[in-house]
């Protein structure tokens, strides 16, 4: 009974787990059976390997052929499986050696001619087989840019099951991923564009120096989805690992760019309003897919008209604001997705929305029903709230020369450097970051400089959250300032961030 093993990787959310295909060729009626909890796509791998394998001028065995995938009670999902189980078979009939299959994993889906597909998610299992000490990957040509992502694993590219074959019988060599494309990162919109506005660019500052999450109210046409578009050209560029992590949940969703893989830029996503909450924050039948707010780890998630997009969507943020990461519950398990990102949502302040709030036609019921699609616990995890005015002036002459980007983002360069510096002990980034008690414990400020914190929240005004995000802001504008701590001003101007009538 020849029996043969080859290994490939299955995907739980970006957690990558071990897969051995086995491979026993044995007696009885000619057939393939396929076991371990394959999907419907995995249960017609064995039709498609079939084929492959006698167009690629390879014999398929003519007795009973049973495949097992282990661990058998972990789901496989997709199709990846396909260059394993073919690769497997092939061995146990003798058809190649097994000396190279030991610590190698194959990836991809076969056609039915023999050539080999891409598939998703080739960078996490890289990875995953990386951290399970496997020193050689297979993977479709396609895919190589990904596997030049990763270091510490050899990774060689096909384009048919034919090269595979030729490779395992010592006959050829595989493609080698070529070296690293520099990143082609588009021009930024810059901040000069926006006319007017000086309150929101200061909060859109503030936010940026901060990692903090913004709210922008205001009539159509005065600049708030122009203002959320610049966000990501004041963020300092991602470091090596996060670009990395970006690149992760961008291989799994399959949207990876082949020219530019690990950008820097952090990634700015702005999903309409008519989504569904699965295409927000992750789902799909099966193994539950990364969303929206997924892609934008690291980044942006900006939702303009955001009280158009309902209650449904937006309160199903609130734990992943606090948290970063999404946790979907399916029948099949719990994956995880990472969700770390800045949060901006701008909103008109009702839903007729003229220019000028004199010219309303709304009833204060209808003025308070909009506004109220965004809950008060949504707003309370949100730190700046910013109120924007009409455009009184277009002309140059009537105005002052907004600043640039560029000037504004060395500000929050500084502010950031001095943030990192200060958390750098506790593996703190930003001030957002910073948990509540290690602000009031820890870095508790003079009680003359918060005491303006205590008496709303002695009123009611605060919530013991809202209090902890003053404290963050205030930090933060300790640092824009370049002081050592905050003083009572910087609590009194986060107040200010965090009024309600803002929203």
């Known amino acids: 009974?020849?029996?043969?093993?080859?290994?490939?990787?299955?995907?739980?959310?970006?957690?990558?787990r071990l897969v051995e295909i086995e491979a026993d060729i044995g007696a009885g009626m000619p057939g393939t059976k396929l076991v371990g909890l394959p999907?419907?796509?995995?249960?017609?791998?064995?039709?498609?390997?079939?084929?492959?394998?006698?167009?690629?001028?390879?014999?398929?065995?003519?007795?009973?052929?049973?495949?097992?995938?282990?661990?058998?009670?972990?789901?496989?999902?997709?199709?990846?499986?396909?260059?394993?189980?073919?690769?497997?078979?092939?061995?146990?009939s003798g058809s190649v050696p097994a000396t190279k299959l030991l610590g190698t994993v194959l990836l991809g889906e076969l056609a039915l001619d023999g050539r080999l597909r891409p598939v998703r998610g080739v960078l996490p299992a890289l990875l995953a087989a990386r951290e399970n000490g496997y020193r050689r990957a297979v993977v479709p040509v396609e895919s190589l840019f990904e596997g030049g992502l990763v270091d510490g694993i050899e990774v060689g590219g096909a384009e048919r099951l034919t090269e595979v074959v030729a490779w395992l019988c010592g006959d050829q060599e595989l493609v080698r991923p070529g070296p690293q494309k520099e990143a082609v990162e588009p021009d930024a919109p810059d901040l000069a564009d926006v006319v007017g506005q000086p309150e929101a660019r200061w909060a859109l500052e503030v936010a940026a120096a901060g990692g903090h999450h913004l709210l922008m109210t205001g009539p159509p046409g005065v600049g708030k989805t122009m203002l959320a578009k610049r966000l990501p050209g004041l963020l300092p560029p991602l470091s090596a690992d996060q670009a990395l992590q970006v690149s992760t949940v961008h291989s799994v969703d399959g949207s990876l760019d082949s020219s530019s893989p690990l950008s820097r830029v952090p990634p700015f996503v702005a999903p309409h309003h008519s989504i569904s909450v699965a295409a927000l924050v992750g789902g799909g039948s099966g193994i539950a897919m990364p969303g929206a707010i997924s892609k934008a780890h690291h980044g942006v998630l900006f939702l303009d008209e955001a009280a158009e997009f309902g209650g449904e969507r937006l309160e199903s943020l609130r734990t992943v604001l606090e948290e970063g990461e999404v946790r979907i519950a399916r029948s099949r398990g719990v994956v995880r997705y990472p969700a770390r990102f800045q949060f901006v949502l701008a909103t008109n302040p009702c839903p007729c929305a003229p220019p000028r709030d004199v010219d309303c036609c709304c009833t204060p019921n209808a003025r308070r029903r909009y506004l109220s699609k965004l809950s008060g616990p949504l707003l309370d995890r949100v730190d700046l709230r910013v109120r924007m005015r009409p455009i009184t002036a277009m002309s140059a002459h009537e105005r002052a020369e907004p600043e640039p980007t560029a000037t504004v983002r060395e500000r929050v360069l500084r502010a950031r450097d001095r943030a990192a510096k200060r958390w750098a002990e506790r593996g703190w980034l930003t001030n957002a970051e910073v948990p509540g008690p290690a602000l009031r414990r820890d870095y508790a400020l003079p009680a003359e400089v918060t005491r303006l914190l205590d008496r709303s929240l002695d009123r009611g005004a605060l919530t013991a959250r809202g209090a902890d995000r003053c404290l963050r802001i205030a930090w933060t504008l300790a640092d824009l300032a370049e002081s050592d701590t905050p003083d009572a001003d910087h609590v009194a101007a986060a107040l200010e961030f965090r009024d309600r009538r803002a929203a």
């Open 1 to 16: 009974m020849p029996l043969a093993r080859a290994w490939s990787v299955a995907l739980i959310g970006l957690d990558g």
């Open 39 to 92: 999907d419907a796509g995995l249960r017609e791998a064995k039709d498609r390997v079939r084929a492959a394998v006698r167009n690629s001028g390879q014999k398929w065995p003519d007795t009973h052929v049973t495949l097992g995938l282990s661990p058998a009670d972990l789901p496989k999902v997709g199709s990846g499986y396909d260059l394993s189980i073919a690769v497997a078979v092939l061995s146990a």
